[in-house]
Nanobody, 123 residues
Framework: QVQLVESGGGLVQAGASLRLSCAAA????????MGWFRQAPGKEREFVAA????????YYADSVKGRFTGSRDNAKNTVYLQMNSLKPEDTAVYYC????????????????WGQGTQVTVSS
């Protein structure tokens, strides 16, 4: 049974930083591309970032490029999302997800999901 558990969300002011973590269990973590998505109230879930199985490739949405960095530690079965220069429009529930695809840029690519962690950025 695959389990993905996010942590690290919270309430911060604009310009601050947060690091989200996602601990994975029940899968061969090093074989999976890990993705981050977010969903704001009243909006569809959107792609944020993806980190390939080897961390050799990372992909970012244009809205976060240059501010967010995805990384992973395969020894700890954990993927991270470092978020810098946060803006109020980054406010959302952030989800991590896992896929066996080489890369995954849409939610349809991911069969496994965490429960989400809330990030709120005040102006």
């Amino acid at each position: 049974q695959v389990q993905l558990v996010e942590s690290g969300g919270g309430l911060v002011q604009a310009g601050a930083s947060l690091r989200l973590s996602c601990a994975a269990a029940g899968l061969t973590f090093s074989s999976y591309t890990m993705g981050w998505f977010r969903q704001a109230p009243g909006k569809e879930r959107e792609f944020v970032a993806a980190v390939s199985w080897s961390a050799g490739s990372t992909y970012y949405a244009d809205s976060v490029k240059g501010r967010f960095t995805g990384s992973r530690d395969n020894a700890k079965n954990t993927v991270y999302l470092q978020m810098n220069s946060l803006k109020p429009e980054d406010t959302a529930v952030y989800y991590c997800a896992a896929t066996w695809r080489k890369n995954g840029l849409t939610s349809r690519d991911y069969p496994y999901w965490g429960q989400g962690t809330q990030v709120t950025v005040s102006s």
